[in-house]
């Protein structure tokens, strides 16, 4: 009884989410700081950096007991993240009514960066969050993120000017 009692609660938890309160946390300003941390964090290495922020997860998907993690796993695979040249895409999926932050990396960065690694990004965010701190502590996990990948795939010039191959701007769904 307890599990259909917690996906319940979870599916309510969502339902009574919507595209408001990922507007009101990350309003447009706070956007525009993000889309030129990634852009600029993207000038010193050869990854790609998308941030999804999602209000709640569809009912069918709560109903099915969708996880954060497979939602990340589907939105990596949904736009793209993983077919960059080198291979070294990052995904950082905030799903609002979970509270949840999810990291999906490409396989050549993921064979050089831990999962510890990667955690303690998602709890930088995490604990901002718990603090109302959204802005600031995504624009530090982003900081995060972007000096892995300046330190493990840095912009060399060995395949010429750096082509922005994703998107800057987070998607807001």
């Known amino acids: 009884m307890a599990g259909f009692k917690d996906k319940l609660a ?3 938890r969502h339902l009574q989410s919507g595209i408001g309160p990922g507007e009101k946390l990350f ?4 956007l525009d700081l993000i889309t030129a941390a990634i852009a600029e964090g ?4 050869r990854g790609e950096v998308r ?3 999602e209000a709640a997860l569809p009912g069918e998907l709560i109903w099915d007991g969708v996880t954060d993690r497979e939602r990340a796993l589907d939105l990596f695979a949904e736009h793209g993240i993983w077919d960059t040249e080198d291979n070294c895409g990052v995904l950082v ?3 609002l009514a979970d509270r949840k932050v999810e990291i999906v990396a490409d396989r050549a960065i993921n064979r050089k960066v831990e999962h510890a ?3 303690a990004i998602c709890d930088t965010m995490t604990q901002g969050f718990r603090q109302g701190d959204y802005g600031r502590s995504t ?3 982003i900081a995060q993120v972007n000096a892995l990948l300046r330190q493990h795939f840095p912009a060399d010039g060995s395949r010429g000017p750096d082509v922005n191959e994703l998107p800057d701007q987070p998607v807001m769904i």
């Open 10 to 12: 979870r599916r309510l």
């Open 27 to 30: 309003p447009q300003n706070v």
């Open 42 to 45: 993207e000038a010193t290495h």
């Open 51 to 53: 941030l999804i922020v």
């Open 93 to 95: 999926y905030v799903n």
């Open 117 to 119: 690694q990667w955690q």
């Open 139 to 141: 624009l530090a996990a």
